[in-house]
T-cell receptor, first 114, second 114 residues
Framework: DAGITQSPRHKVTETGTPVTLRCHQT?????MYWYRQDPGHGLRLIHY???????DKGEVSDGYSVSRSKTEDFLLTLESATSSQTSVYFC?????????????FGQGTRLTVV | DQQVKQNSPSLSVQEGRISILNCDYT??????FLWYKKYPAEGPTFLIS?????DKNEDGRFTVFLNKSAKHLSLHIVPSQPGDSAVYFC?????????????FGKGTKLSVIP
């Protein structure tokens, strides 16, 4: 299994509070991604990173920010959590970021915003 | 507008029979397709892929067929086993440089009945 660790695995937070999810990899892959999975929507890309300090928006980036200060860590921040951000969040990594390369996923973080 | 569509939310198959999962896409720029399998409380794991230069790729019990003219692909599992019960996601990407993301379908939940 690819070395990807997401923390925390579960979190309950209140509306309006900031939340940070962490993704840590030991594979030294250049590309890292944050997805959310919701019933009826499958997996949707939030943000991705193609190197240290290099990030870009995905399909559903509103309300989220990311940071990558080290190759191994990719942080996802919800500046002010809303109930619509209740979801399961998956981090993924890939070696070269090409569309024809498989991505490896972490085990997910279940976030509930009450 | 959904670019990758899995129109069957669920599928039930008897153990030992064939499972056929379908996926349609609309973006002609996609030239690489992947299938991921997801068990509850785990991250998606890569199953099999196919490039647009092929129309079939086989790996053990799993075969993916691609019909470019119809913009349709299918995953065949023969014979189906109870351990195959999971959600299957179809994903599509572009092999060119700068194509950093995969687009996923909503998933099909496969139940293999013993």
């Amino acid at each position: 299994d690819a070395g990807i660790t997401q923390s925390p695995r579960h979190k309950v937070t209140e509306t309006g509070t900031p939340v940070t999810l962490r993704c840590h990899q030991t594979e030294n892959h250049r590309y890292m991604y944050w997805y959310r999975q919701d019933p009826g929507h499958g997996l949707r890309l939030i943000h991705y990173s193609y190197g240290v300090k290099d990030t870009d928006k995905g399909e559903v980036s509103d309300g989220y920010s990311v940071s990558r200060s080290k190759t191994e860590d990719f942080l996802l921040t919800l500046e002010s959590a809303t109930s619509s951000q209740t979801s399961v969040y998956f981090c993924a990594i890939s070696e070269d970021g090409r569309g024809d390369t498989e991505a490896f996923f972490g085990q997910g973080t279940r976030l509930t915003v009450v | 507008d959904q670019q990758v569509k899995q129109n069957s939310p669920s599928l039930s198959v008897q153990e030992g029979r064939i499972s056929i999962l379908n996926c349609d896409y609309t973006n002609s720029m996609f030239d690489y397709f992947l299938w991921y399998k997801k068990y509850p409380a785990e991250g998606p794991t890569f199953l099999i892929s196919i490039s647009s230069i092929k129309d079939k790729n086989e790996d053990g019990r799993f075969t993916v067929f691609l019909n470019k003219s119809a913009k349709h692909l299918s995953l065949h599992i023969v014979p189906s086993q109870p351990g195959d019960s999971a959600v299957y996601f179809c994903a599509a990407g572009q092999s060119g440089a700068g194509s950093y993301q995969l687009t996923f379908g909503k998933g099909t939940k496969l139940s293999v009945i013993p």
